[in-house]
Protein backbone atom coordinates (compact mmCIF):
# COMPACT_ATOMS: atom_id res chain seq x y z
CA UNK A 1 0.00 0.00 0.00
CA UNK A 2 1.26 3.31 -0.99
CA UNK A 3 1.27 6.14 1.26
CA UNK A 4 -0.99 8.90 -0.18
CA UNK A 5 0.52 11.67 -2.20
CA UNK A 6 -0.22 15.40 -1.09
CA UNK A 7 -3.02 15.69 -4.15
CA UNK A 8 -4.67 12.81 -2.65
CA UNK A 9 -4.81 14.48 1.37
CA UNK A 10 -8.22 16.16 2.22
CA UNK A 11 -7.47 19.88 0.91
CA UNK A 12 -4.45 19.07 -1.69
CA UNK A 13 -2.02 20.74 0.35
CA UNK A 14 1.28 19.18 1.67
CA UNK A 15 1.82 19.38 5.45
CA UNK A 16 4.34 22.13 6.78
CA UNK A 17 6.60 22.57 9.44
CA UNK A 18 5.27 26.03 9.87
CA UNK A 19 2.30 27.85 10.53
CA UNK A 20 0.50 30.28 7.84
CA UNK A 21 2.27 33.23 7.72
CA UNK A 22 0.80 35.86 10.21
CA UNK A 23 -0.39 33.32 12.59
CA UNK A 24 3.01 32.87 14.28
CA UNK A 25 3.93 35.30 17.66
CA UNK A 26 6.78 37.44 16.78
CA UNK A 27 8.54 36.56 19.34
CA UNK A 28 7.90 34.48 21.80
CA UNK A 29 6.49 34.63 25.50
CA UNK A 30 9.67 35.87 27.77
CA UNK A 31 9.86 34.77 31.61
CA UNK A 32 9.05 37.41 34.16
CA UNK A 33 12.43 37.62 35.92
CA UNK A 34 10.42 38.90 39.06
CA UNK A 35 8.64 35.67 39.59
CA UNK A 36 11.24 33.77 38.47
CA UNK A 37 13.64 35.24 41.78
CA UNK A 38 10.37 35.03 44.09
CA UNK A 39 10.11 31.38 42.73
CA UNK A 40 13.90 30.67 43.56
CA UNK A 41 13.16 32.47 46.99
CA UNK A 42 10.48 29.92 47.68
CA UNK A 43 12.57 26.94 46.32
CA UNK A 44 15.35 27.90 48.84
CA UNK A 45 13.20 27.62 51.97
CA UNK A 46 11.11 24.43 50.77
CA UNK A 47 15.09 22.95 50.04
CA UNK A 48 15.92 24.32 53.70
CA UNK A 49 13.23 22.66 55.34
CA UNK A 50 13.74 19.47 53.32
CA UNK A 51 17.00 19.57 54.85
CA UNK A 52 15.64 19.78 58.34
CA UNK A 53 13.38 17.12 57.81
CA UNK A 54 15.78 14.51 56.70
CA UNK A 55 17.08 14.21 60.82
CA UNK A 56 13.69 13.59 61.91
CA UNK A 57 13.68 10.72 59.42
CA UNK A 58 16.91 9.48 59.52
CA UNK A 59 18.85 9.50 56.16
CA UNK A 60 18.96 5.60 56.29
CA UNK A 61 14.86 5.40 56.43
CA UNK A 62 12.67 4.97 53.52
CA UNK A 63 11.25 8.42 54.08
CA UNK A 64 14.50 10.00 54.74
CA UNK A 65 15.67 8.03 51.26
CA UNK A 66 13.07 9.99 49.16
CA UNK A 67 13.69 13.55 50.69
CA UNK A 68 17.48 12.90 50.52
CA UNK A 69 17.06 12.04 46.66
CA UNK A 70 14.19 15.16 46.22
CA UNK A 71 16.74 17.52 48.25
CA UNK A 72 19.44 16.07 45.24
CA UNK A 73 17.68 17.13 42.69
CA UNK A 74 16.26 20.38 44.09
CA UNK A 75 19.86 21.84 45.37
CA UNK A 76 20.70 22.29 41.21
CA UNK A 77 18.14 24.83 40.82
CA UNK A 78 18.50 26.68 43.97
CA UNK A 79 21.77 28.84 43.33
CA UNK A 80 24.11 30.16 46.58
CA UNK A 81 22.93 32.81 48.76
CA UNK A 82 18.65 32.78 46.70
CA UNK A 83 17.50 32.68 50.69
CA UNK A 84 18.13 35.05 52.93
CA UNK A 85 16.78 35.71 56.29
CA UNK A 86 14.53 38.53 54.75
CA UNK A 87 13.33 36.49 52.27
CA UNK A 88 12.43 33.73 54.62
CA UNK A 89 10.38 35.94 57.04
CA UNK A 90 8.65 37.17 53.50
CA UNK A 91 7.89 34.10 52.63
CA UNK A 92 6.46 33.03 56.23
CA UNK A 93 4.45 36.44 56.07
CA UNK A 94 2.92 35.23 52.87
CA UNK A 95 1.96 31.83 54.40
CA UNK A 96 0.53 33.39 57.43
CA UNK A 97 -1.75 36.12 56.06
CA UNK A 98 -2.83 33.28 53.06
CA UNK A 99 -3.56 30.96 55.97
CA UNK A 100 -5.37 33.51 57.85
CA UNK A 101 -7.35 34.43 54.51
CA UNK A 102 -8.63 30.84 54.26
CA UNK A 103 -9.45 30.36 57.41
CA UNK A 104 -12.07 33.52 56.91
CA UNK A 105 -13.28 32.38 54.42
CA UNK A 106 -13.86 28.76 56.19
CA UNK A 107 -15.48 30.68 59.01
CA UNK A 108 -18.09 32.36 56.53
CA UNK A 109 -18.47 29.49 54.54
CA UNK A 110 -19.33 27.33 57.97
CA UNK A 111 -21.67 30.30 59.58
CA UNK A 112 -23.72 30.44 55.75
CA UNK A 113 -24.11 26.74 55.92
CA UNK A 114 -25.27 26.63 59.55
CA UNK A 115 -27.65 29.78 58.51
CA UNK A 116 -29.54 27.67 56.10
CA UNK A 117 -27.27 28.71 53.31
CA UNK A 118 -30.20 30.10 51.24
CA UNK A 119 -27.76 32.73 49.77
CA UNK A 120 -25.81 32.18 46.37
CA UNK A 121 -21.75 32.65 45.98
CA UNK A 122 -21.51 36.73 45.52
CA UNK A 123 -24.50 37.45 47.07
CA UNK A 124 -24.26 38.58 50.64
CA UNK A 125 -24.78 36.69 53.67
CA UNK A 126 -29.28 36.31 54.74
CA UNK A 127 -29.85 37.48 50.84
CA UNK A 128 -32.26 34.78 49.50
CA UNK A 129 -31.45 33.90 45.92
CA UNK A 130 -34.85 35.08 43.22
Do not use: C, D, W
Amino acid sequence: MQAPTPAAVPGGQPPTAQPPFGTANATGPTPNKGYEAAGLQRLGSVVKSLEEMVPMFGAASEHGKEVLKALNILVKLVPAGSTTPASERSNIENMAMKNTQANAQMQALKQRQAQGGGAQPGMPPGAQAA
